[in-house]
């Protein structure tokens, strides 16, 4: 049997998303050696999705031998005990599976589990925009909000896995409908599939637009006449403020020094940043406060995820 040196050891870091599923051979340096993709069926449920990581681990495995697995879900993780406890319909039958249990089987090796956008914030401390932060706060603008902190290197859980879910912080009470529930949640303004939907509906209503010659609306396109149309200003401007208060009221809570947004609408670059850093001078702080924190976009794009897993696996070999 062919031998794995420290050296050349990997781990293999799984993303698990909505649409696709990637999975990276990653080294001890965050090397990512060989990554995979494939469409993740996660709306056929449970089983399908579960086939098509067998698949994936069956594949990598006979690549390169491999010591861990570090797998990122969305839903609410229980990172102890490896359970998905709670899952939106997105994936259906996902809230209950033993995932860690699951990895374990079809690898044969240890594995860990957590939420996602988590390790997307683990990622970016890593290799990316958070790289010596002492409290390192992100906010992933994807589907939905996600967010995650990480606290001397290590992520914040909360008691059960459910902490930092900023996306479902409530910005306006009584305002837009959410999938979890209630009214008014930062992710129905500013996720940008959120804005999209937004600028659809108003244009339902007959307001005018550049939008009304699109064919399909994207925030890019939100965002691109923010200065010289009405409602895509207000679009815009709705999700500026919404993640301005959120990250506002999350600086009084955790006093993190690094602030990292990531995402797809990163790609927007200055055009989301000087605003939304305008929208947070319009708080007052006091001067001797000033320059407390950075406020920066993700460096590692769609990596951060992968990355985070690896980080997460090899941890967990070094501390287990
Ligand atoms: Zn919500």
């Known amino acids: 049997m062919k031998q794995t040196s420290k050296k050349t050891a990997c781990v293999l870091a799984i993303d698990i998303g909505g649409t696709n599923i990637k999975a990276g051979l990653v080294d001890r340096a965050g090397v990512i050696r060989h990554m995979l993709h494939r469409p993740s069926h996660a709306a056929r449920g449970r089983k ?18 491999i010591v861990a697995v570090g797998c990122g879900s969305p839903g609410t993780i229980n990172h102890a005990t490896g359970m998905v406890t709670y899952m939106q319909a997105h994936i259906p039958g ?63 859980h909360g008691a059960g896995g459910r902490a930092t879910e900023f996306g479902h912080m409530i ?42 010659h699109c064919t399909a609306i994207s925030a890019a396109d939100i965002i691109k006449h923010a200065a010289t149309d009405h409602l895509c200003r207000q679009i815009f401007n709705d999700a500026i403020d919404g993640l301005a208060l959120v990250i506002w009221n999350l600086l009084q809570a955790l006093d993190p020094d690094v602030i990292v947004i990531g995402g797809g609408l990163v790609k927007a670059g200055p055009a989301l940043l ?13 001067p001797e406060l000033a320059g407390r924190f950075t406020l920066k976009l993700s460096t590692l794009g769609d990596d951060a995820g992968i990355l985070g897993a690896a980080r997460m696996a090899w941890d967990w070999l070094e501390h287990a």
């Not at 399908?48 to 031998?65: D, G, H, K, N, S």
């Not at 000087?274 to 006091?286: D, E, G």
């Open 48 to 65: 399908a999705l579960l086939a098509v990581l067998a698949e994936v681990i069956a594949t990598q495995t006979r690549r390169m031998p």
């Open 94 to 156: 996902w809230t209950g599976t033993l995932l860690r249990q699951e990895l374990e089987r079809m690898a044969g090796v240890p594995a860990t589990v957590d939420n996602d956008v988590n390790l997307v914030a683990l990622g970016e401390h890593w290799k990316g925009a958070g790289r010596g932060a002492r409290c390192q706060l992100s906010l992933a603008l994807g589907t939905g909000l996600g967010g995650g902190l990480i606290v001397d290197g290590r992520i914040f």
């Open 171 to 212: 910005v306006r009470p009584g305002g837009e409908p959410c999938t979890c529930g209630n009214f008014g949640c930062v992710e129905q303004y500013a996720a940008p599939g959120a804005m999209a939907r937004r600028a659809a509906y108003y244009l339902t209503l007959g307001i005018p637009s550049v939008l009304a």
């Open 274 to 286: 000087t605003p939304l850093r305008a929208a947070l001078a319009t708080y007052y702080s006091p």
